[in-house]
Structures are given as structure tokens and as C-alpha cells.
């Protein structure tokens, strides 16, 4: 792949946990067996499930916390944006956004932060993988084990350095929540979708004695479809799963015109 650094290849690093979370640094150090040239520009605060929502009402405010070692207070796509256009002497080679706390597969990938920065990153035309590290639910809170993203991240990463990526295109990776002894080995699959039974809505009152509601994500059973980033998982394998930005149902276009002709 081309180098923007003499030789050298360049890589920021985002996420949408935040700068201080654990998968930044496993992140970083599956990054470090690329390169040496690592930028990291994230957000100040936890954006899971931002999505590709773009800072647009507020300013954000840029920190930085070492040299190459940046912060906003905004979304990954804010981070990305910051990163490529204040930041960044010249556009990285490869932007890895991750390794998320939890799974993106199926239609998370619609509401996932840590995708979306990489959706930025395609539409920039930078190489550009979203890292996530399924964990299972005993494994709750700080209990969550990075250990299948460490061991087999630079192996996944390697042949997709010099992988043709389609214009808008990225891969989204998801480590299943085994020991990295036991992942069974990588499948490339396709996007699956869960059934439509998520989203709990717990309701509570607050010390003020007001009502409030929290969107719960977990516990839902379901059979994912067959060749799916879910079924890798559900098998044990890592799932490779390439994406596009054009979000275009093609077999739509002729009949749906159809209506509208005179
Ligand atoms: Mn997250």
C-alpha cells in the first residue's frame, strides 16, 4: 500500500469508548506491530451508539494529551474529521477504529460509533476497519476480556493492509469472546441482522422523584442467519465482513420508477 511517511505507514487510531477506555490500548498494540507512525484522535467521553452523527449544534473542544494523542469532545465522526482536517500533517494510511467494548454485527453496524468513524474514514478514501471485541454476558463491566482482539488482531489486520477496497468501502471486524487459544480461525461473512426484539426500555425514578427511561441492549435469544457476521461468532470464528456506504437497494430502482412514470 502506499506509505504517507516515507516509507513508513501512517495509522490513527479512534473509537467511540472514549480515550481512556481499555481498547484503545489493545488497539494501540495491535497497531504497534504495524507501525511506529500511530496517531490517536477519540472522544473525550463514551459515544457508543452515536452512530455517524456529526457535531453540528455546539463547538467542540480538541485536548491534547501527548504528542500524537488527541481528544474531542464530540462524536467519532468528529474525531475523525478533527484528526484528518486540524490535526494530521497529511491523510493517514489506515485508520482503525475500535477495538469497541462489545459486539457490532448485523444492524448494529447502523448504530455503532466505532463503524461509523470508519464510514468517515471511507468517505475520506483512507483504508479504513472497525475493530470490535464481542464479549459474553458474565463478562459484564470492567470484566470484559480484550484477550481474542490482542492475540489475533495484527494477524487479522495483515492481509488486509494491501486488500483492494472498494471506493466507500471498509471491513468491520468482530473477535468472539473467547480465549485467543480457542477462536476457531477468521470467516469472511456477510452483514446478518438480529431479530427485532432488542431494545428493552426500563423505566425508573429519579433522586427528584422524576421518571426516567434507559435504552437496555442485552438478553435477547435469537438464530442468526447462515454465512453471517453472527453465525461466525455464534461458531467461535472471527468475523470479516466487508461494507459499503451506498446504501442503495439496486432491485428497487426499476420498479419503484415504475411508479412514478407517466
Ligand atoms: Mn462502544
Known amino acids: 500500500m502506499e506509505r504517507g511517511n516515507g516509507g513508513l505507514m501512517r495509522i490513527l487510531l479512534t473509537n467511540d469508548d472514549g480515550i481512556g477506555a481499555p481498547g484503545l490500548y ?9 507501525s511506529d507512525d500511530i496517531w490517536i484522535c477519540a472522544p473525550s467521553e463514551e459515544q457508543s451508539g452515536a452512530g455517524h452523527s456529526l457535531t453540528l449544534t455546539r463547538p467542540v473542544r480538541l485536548r491534547e494529551h501527548a504528542p ?34 462489545g459486539a457490532n454485527l448485523g444492524d448494529d453496524v447502523t448504530y455503532s460509533g466505532t463503524v461509523s468513524a470508519a464510514f468517515e474514514g471511507a468517505l475520506a478514501g483512507i483504508r479504513s476497519i472497525a475493530l ?37 468501502s471498509l471491513v468491520n471486524v468482530n ?65 470479516v465482513t466487508p461494507l459499503q456506504l451506498d446504501f442503495t437497494h439496486d432491485a428497487s430502482l426499476a420498479s419503484l420508477s415504475q411508479r412514478y412514470a407517466p
Open 26 to 34: 489493545v488497539l494501540e498494540k495491535i497497531a504497534g506491530a504495524l
Open 68 to 101: 500524537r494523542r488527541y481528544s474531542v469532545t464530540g462524536t467519532p465522526t468528529d474525531a475523525v474529521t478533527m484528526a484528518l482536517k486540524k490535526l494530521m500533517p497529511a491523510p493517514p494510511d489506515l485508520i482503525l477504529s475500535g477495538v469497541n467494548r
Open 132 to 168: 470490535s471485541q464481542v464479549y459474553a454476558r458474565e463478562g459484564l463491566g470492567h470484566g470484559v476480556s480484550f484477550d481474542a482482539a490482542e492475540e489475533w488482531g495484527a494477524r487479522v489486520l495483515r492481509p488486509l493492509l494491501d486488500a483492494p477496497f472498494a471506493p466507500r
Open 175 to 239: 473477535f468472539p469472546p473467547l480465549p485467543g487459544a480457542e477462536v476457531k480461525g477468521i470467516r469472511v461473512v456477510r452483514q446478518g441482522f438480529h431479530d427485532y426484539a432488542r431494545g428493552s426500555v426500563i423505566e425508573g425514578i429519579d433522586p427528584r422523584g422524576f421518571p426516567y427511561y434507559w435504552f437496555g441492549l442485552h438478553g435477547i435469544e435469537h438464530t442468526p442467519g447462515h454465512a453471517t457476521d453472527l453465525e461466525a461468532i455464534a461458531d467461535g470464528f472471527i468475523a
